[in-house]
């Protein structure tokens, strides 16, 4: 199939994403596509997605490399036979990471992902919430299977989250899959800092674009656990003091 370059932005970061073959005669077209995109959407940050790249040859591993130096800071996500051929072409000593995971992604973006941008809805929460930047794990169990997705959470309280999927497939799948008229009860898994994990259950409030491209999720928590609600108090509570 023909390649395709998807563009999105979280925070202040930019994250390209490559699916298909990204070889002659593909690269110097989605080149310009790329160019367009770092340069209308300047960002502190870009985080390239190269797990569905098929296959790249030279000139597509220097194109990825060639942003990721742009960038004052950069990452390569991927852990696949592409991911490796563009790390051979690097530098030695080059300071571009390669994620296999997107929490590991998420930790080293996290100021820069906090750094939203937009008009912030005015409307009245019963909770307070806070910018902050943490990995999730969603889970959606059916009858027939159970589905998975990576997110950031980008938006916290006591009383749920917001959070963005940094990657395109995974939001695709999730909003064909998560609908909130369909009541379901879905598993969350919240990494925090100093290696806390907190697992909990929460119900799909509604899904959306918010101020941003990218799209996202809000979740409310459900059932929350006194243990559960006291470790993401306290780290909210840290959060604000480093504020």
Known sequence: MNP????????????FQVRGTFSEPWVK???????????????????????EVEKVDE???????????????SGILGHNLSAYFIAEHMNPNEPIPIFEKEREAVGYFEKELIRLKGNFSKERRKFHRT?????VELKLSNPDESLTFEAVLTDL???????YFLDASTEEAARRSLNPFDLKILKARLWFQKG????????????????TDAPGV????????STDEKIIQDFLREEEEVK
Request: aromatic letters at 10%.
């Open 4 to 15: 395709q370059f998807l563009s999105r932005r979280i925070g202040d970061v930019n994250i």
């Open 131 to 135: 910018k902050t930047a943490v990995p």
């Open 157 to 163: 309280s006591v009383g749920g989250f917001f959070a």
């Open 59 to 73: 000139l597509g591993a220097e194109t990825v490399l060639e942003f990721t130096r742009r960038s004052p800071k």
């Open 29 to 51: 077209p989605l080149k310009r596509e790329m160019n367009q995109a770092y340069n209308e959407n300047p960002a502190a940050g870009l985080l390239f997605n190269v797990r």
């Open 196 to 211: 806390k994990l907190v697992e909990v259950e929460g119900k799909i409030l509604r899904t959306e674009k918010d101020f």
């Open 218 to 225: 809000a979740v409310e928590f459900y059932n929350l656990k």
